[in-house]
């Protein structure tokens, strides 16, 4: 089922903030970047790049000046994909013509046998499908079409899918019927064409991802031969590291997440679609294996993944570096879609788990709460002059940018924040999931006869009042792993909350009540993770906590929490678009002045520490912030 | 006084060891790696140059290819340090043949206007001092100079040393007298050029010191401009970047240590021994600010300094990370040189302590136990699979190789070690000073009428006996500031330990008998240190303690230091040469198992911690290891 988004209406503050400002200020605010109205900001010229090759194709101009990444394509997608939803939850005649006509600059933008790609058709025509290593048009594909299976959803319109389903089918000829060899150098038209194959029903394109799975890596020397044939580059990659890429074995034979972490997650998405689709025993088992790895050897407690700048990616298990991490943001999206369709491969909560941890820390935080301003990187510990500033740390930045030169990101957030409905809830065995607890109204009256109405301050309180109407329907309920005492009444009974595999399963309820544990707890990394040793995090609920200078005198790295103290949720505030703080018992330690090291014993005074969640930190100026706090 | 190791014959088993290693194993195996004849190390061809060179030069010969670092001239030069003075350790007439050959050649390979580099001889001989940022002509002259002086004061031959003269002549005609602009992209040779002052009292040698000195940064841009009139590159390295070779402005008004570190305190030690000669009250301020800077804001407890491989750099203050630190061996080696000029120019301990600190800790673990492997980069966490490998980790080897195409190190460690008396004493305002605790016979019979022996198992155990003989005398004994509790016999009689500036003055004694506190101690560093927040390090007298796997099942990561517990030393064993291991009250904890992260609170097993000292780590194998542990 694909229109969670349309059936279902939120209400609750925490996401109907979002989805305000989503509609309000993120969406307008990225369409000016993408037309570059944003002063001080990087250039987009995305817009630009598919009016000049509309240009070309319409008109036999001669070609403009490409500007950008060689992807840049891709964050019209995104934004596009974002901008569709957004109409779902706020209709806007306004930005749906908007929609409309640069829907058709990019149709105007494709060649009559269905190939798209603005930095191609500007810079280089005659080098099309040549460098698939670096040039990222399968990719660009893929975020397209994604962008044209959300228009479609949205709005019913077919103007963007049909174009796209050409582009597909030119792509399908070259890779699968003339037999061209390759693979994406950067996976995501597998799940791209999975979401298409959802949307049309047409097993085309699920096998033309099946195909690009299948491939890849069988040859994983393609890259290397490749290069070596292709005689230009875009960046000058090195073809001979296969990890990167995640190209060095065929796919089933995978048992590490490696390499470039949005690449791995994008591609390990594709994977488990097609696998949900087909019951391949071994594409779900590689699945499950690297799902096993990122999340309980090479995940952040934030949900981040991919913790090196180098090559933004993977590197070896319990390697999780605190204060050069790298995160990306777009990896723990990519994180979100993998847990998303690890759920309709097999309903376990521990995907839900990770997918609410990747979405309520690292997801958010990429985003300014103005949303103005966006993180592409998110470190667990900052220290300005440092942070941002000493090389290593270079692109652990301590405040969000206004935007990116490569600005994969920002919308990237956007889109996920406005499709936050097919995350939140799920249909399988004619059962209803709710994964994520978001308040508001599910209609589904179409599907099942039933409507579910959802009251909850979430993740602010722990209460989810679930109140089920029309036809009796069974429902699957998330019990999060991090509650350690749940209550469950069913019409107003207590039930023994009993979950399996996560879900407690109810059937027939009128209301199911669910009072969530959310005491501030204390969190423990594995001794294996070298950064995290004799360290502790707080949670509440799914929200990390950290210390923010603002909030502790200026000084985050003196501090440490009393290992047998309280840690108190506070009364709401205005803070922070209205988020809970935390108040810990703690100490401010002085270690001896004018000298680095000393055999004093630092004195500890007694402070309280105010914690605030990660996904808030840096909306308050330059700043030190620490996830991860000594203990004493 | 130039005559420290002529007059000063070590006895002590520490250094006596080292003593022997150097003359029997690391001065012929370094003298092997300079002639290429050790299997599966990276070849050093330095002394081939030399004779290519000579051969042009004399025989007008076709150069022959020319191999290795731009400045591989330089590791000739330190082994030929190292070895001149082991000959006054050890006379060994075939090392002292070969000596004069390899100096023969060298003499043969100078121009006859005196110029001398193998580098432009054999590769550009038309491109002479047009690249004085990269290409390293005044840093391999500087440290041929003091290979003349250290062969000059060893052996009394002055082959070597009027070579030297005669470029120094040269370098000082065209700078000086000619006034063309520049100063070194590589500081070196301003120490050099006082040593050469030193031992021949020619004041147009400190002159030129001087001048190098007192032109840097005055034109901050003079690289800039070379670079861009050039056309020529060794690497291409970024002349914009002016801190990485210290000169973003004239040396005086320098406050904080920038850039490369090895470049640094080799400047700041030209500096130093250049203003105690001088008196020169602004050289001398902005030489202590930068010892102030570096040794309480961007040193290693171990006294490695510059944390980055970026540059191998300095970066900001209190900046230390412990798995991805640089310290590399030079930086550390010239952060003594740079201490101990600063003795000269004023007797405060604190430059002694640092000298020890970084000569007991990182520079001794430069070299393998046996003599034969070494560490270019001396980090404070390794972690097998991640340290050496990981992307930002690659430069922290978790063992020492066999050599490095770069071998600036290995030979700089040799010359160290085989001038330790240097360090060890001084004499000044006619007081003996003793630096640091040597066992041995000091003969100042030609220069106070006196001898000194000292008897002790020092860094092993905290008794240093001294016995003078002869002329009255006064001494001059640092306290450390490290030991906490320390008593002093004079003629066996106890006084009153109560040093002026980190010495205590003893006049006309027979014995003075020094105790030591060597309790193990826990050392905290700064809170601002946020790599090292929480974490407690172990110390005894000054050697820093770490944890390595094969003493502890393998397992450091786990382990935690029991906040209450004893540690204490263990009796002699012969492991690691006979050095003292320590027993640390601990605990091993046990996270849970098959997650990252855990609410549930780590289980604490009491275990005994067994602790090495720093410099033996990385002898057994490869390993986890770690200096600073968790405490609780």
């Known amino acids: 089922m694909n229109n969670w988004i349309q059936n279902f209406k939120i209400s609750d503050p ?15 605010y990225q369409e000016a970047a993408l037309r570059d109205q944003i002063p001080d900001a990087e250039k987009s010229h995305s817009i630009e790049n598919f009016k000049m090759a509309a240009d070309v194709m319409q008109n036999g101009a001669e070609p403009g000046e490409y500007y950008g990444m060689v992807f840049q394509d891709s964050d019209l997608a995104k934004w596009i994909e974002a901008a569709s939803y957004s109409l779902l939850q706020k209709p806007d005649p306004d930005l749906e013509a908007r929609l409309d006509e640069v829907i058709e600059t990019i149709k105007d933008a494709q060649y009559p046998d269905g190939y798209l790609n603005t930095y191609f058709t500007l810079k280089a025509p005659d080098k099309k499908w040549t460098n698939l290593q670096e040039a990222h048009e399968l990719y660009c594909a893929g975020h397209m079409i994604e962008a044209a299976v959300a228009n479609y959803e949205a709005t019913g319109k077919t103007v963007l899918l049909d174009t796209m389903k050409r582009m597909a089918d030119h792509i399908y000829q070259r890779f699968v019927v003339e037999g061209h060899p390759g693979y994406p150098g950067h996976p995501e038209i ?10 049309t029903g047409e097993e085309k394109y699920k096998e033309l991802s099946a195909h690009f799975i299948n491939v890849r890596g069988v040859d994983p020397d393609y890259f290397v031969k490749e290069a070596a044939a292709r005689g230009w580059q875009v960046w000058g990659m090195e073809a001979e590291d296969r990890t990167y890429a995640q190209n060095q074995m065929p796919v089933r034979d995978m048992t590490k997440a490696t390499g470039h972490a949005v690449r791995a997650v994008y591609l390990y ?8 689709e087909t019951g391949d025993k071994d594409l779900i088992k590689a699945c499950r294996t690297l799902w096993d790895n990122i999340t309980t050897q090479q995940m952040y407690i934030t949900g981040g993944i991919g913790s090196t700048v180098h090559g933004e990616a993977f590197t070896k298990d319990y390697n999780l570096p605190n204060a050069t991490a790298y995160a990306e943001t777009c990896a723990s999206i990519g994180l979100i879609f993998f847990a998303r369709r690890m759920l309709e491969l097999e309903a376990d909560g521990r995907y839900a788990d990770v997918m609410e941890r990747a979405l309520y820390n690292t997801v958010l935080a990429g985003m300014q709460l103005d949303g103005q301003r966006f993180f592409y990187v998110n470190p667990l510990e900052v220290v300005p002059g440092i942070s941002g ?6 692109h652990a930045l301590p405040q969000r940018p206004k935007w990116y030169g490569c600005a994969c990101c920002p919308p990237n957030v956007s889109r996920t924040i406005a499709s936050i409905a097919k995350y939140a809830w799920g ?12 308040g508001g109204e599910l209609d589904l009256t179409k599907e099942l006869g039933a409507r579910i109405t959802v009251e909850t301050r979430y993740p602010y309180e722990g209460k989810v009042k679930y109140h089920i109407e029309g036809v009796p329907i069974r429902m699957a309920i998330r019990i999060p792993e991090w509650s350690r005492h749940t209550k469950l009444l069913v019409n107003g009974v207590p039930i023994t909350v009993w979950p399996y595999k996560g879900y407690q399963y109810i059937s027939d309820a009128q209301t199911i009540e669910l009072y969530l544990d959310m005491d501030p707890v204390r969190v423990y990394a594995s001794s294996r993770v070298a950064s995290d040793s ?15 200078g603002v909030d502790n005198g200026g000084d985050v790295l003196s501090l440490r929490l009393a290992g047998n103290g ?3 949720a506070e009364p709401y505030t205005d803070t922070l678009c209205g988020t809970v703080k935390l108040k810990a018992d703690g100490y401010c330690v002085h ?14 005074e007694p402070v309280q520490i105010d914690l605030i969640p990660y996904y808030t930190w840096g909306n308050r100026g330059l700043n030190e912030m620490r996830v991860w706090l000594p203990e004493v």
């Open 591 to 604: 270690t001896e002045e004018g000298t680095l090291y000393s055999t004093t014993r630092p004195k500890l």
């Open 269 to 276: 998405s594709g994977m488990a679609d097609l696998a949900a």
């Open 389 to 394: 500033v000493v090389p290593g740390y270079r």
């Open 566 to 568: 309280q840690i108190i």
């Open 427 to 438: 249909l399988k065995d004619e059962t209803v999931y709710s994964h994520l607890f978001l």
């Open 190 to 199: 597998e799940l791209a064409l999975m979401r298409l194959y959802h949307a």
């Open 534 to 548: 004799g360290l502790t995090a707080v949670m509440r609920g799914p929200l990390v906590y950290c210390a923010e």
């Open 14 to 28: 925490f996401w109907k903030r979002y989805e305000d400002l989503l509609t309000d200020v993120v969406i307008p």
